[in-house]
């Protein structure tokens, strides 16, 4: 069936959405960095996926997120992750293609646990 009925757009919020729970399901990933700004808005609209950045070009979807690693994770193996987790869910929930997913790791994420351990071993 090649019959078209109109033209069908994914808004960007809804593709950084997708994004945004398909990050979080990594373990390791602490949460989506945001600006101070990004973190006002976030706060207002009560949405998590602020912080990713969406370039749709014309037969291409691309990312770009800052995220908070949690201490100890693998920081090669967690973006990996991130990447391929965002690629398969927008793809087969949109199914736009996706390009490039720019991974940024903004910080890492102590536990107070996590602090006194290093703690003890620097004394």
């Known amino acids: 069936m090649d019959e078209q009925y109109g033209k069908v757009k994914v808004d960007n919020e809804v593709l950084a959405s997708i994004a945004a729970t398909a990050a979080k399901q990594v373990p390791g990933v602490h949460k989506i960095s945001t600006s101070i700004m990004g973190g006002i808005i976030q706060w207002i609209k009560r949405t998590s996926d602020v912080g990713i950045?969406?370039?749709?070009?014309?037969?291409?979807?691309?990312?770009?997120?800052?995220?908070?690693?949690?201490?100890?994770?693998?920081?090669?193996?967690?973006?990996?992750?991130?990447?391929?987790?965002?690629?398969?869910?927008?793809?087969?929930?949109?199914?736009?293609?996706?390009?490039?997913?720019?991974?940024?790791?903004?910080?890492?994420?102590?536990?107070?646990?996590?602090?006194?351990?290093?703690?003890?071993?620097?004394?």
Request: proline letters at 1%.
């Open 53 to 123: 950045k969406i370039v749709v070009g014309e037969d291409e979807v691309n990312f770009e997120l800052r995220v908070i690693i949690d201490y100890g994770a693998n920081i090669p193996e967690v973006t990996y992750h991130i990447q391929k987790m965002i690629k398969e869910e927008v793809e087969r929930i949109s199914g736009l293609k996706v390009g490039n997913v720019d991974v940024v790791v903004h910080g890492i994420h102590f536990t107070k646990k996590d602090s006194v351990e290093e703690g003890e071993q620097n004394d």
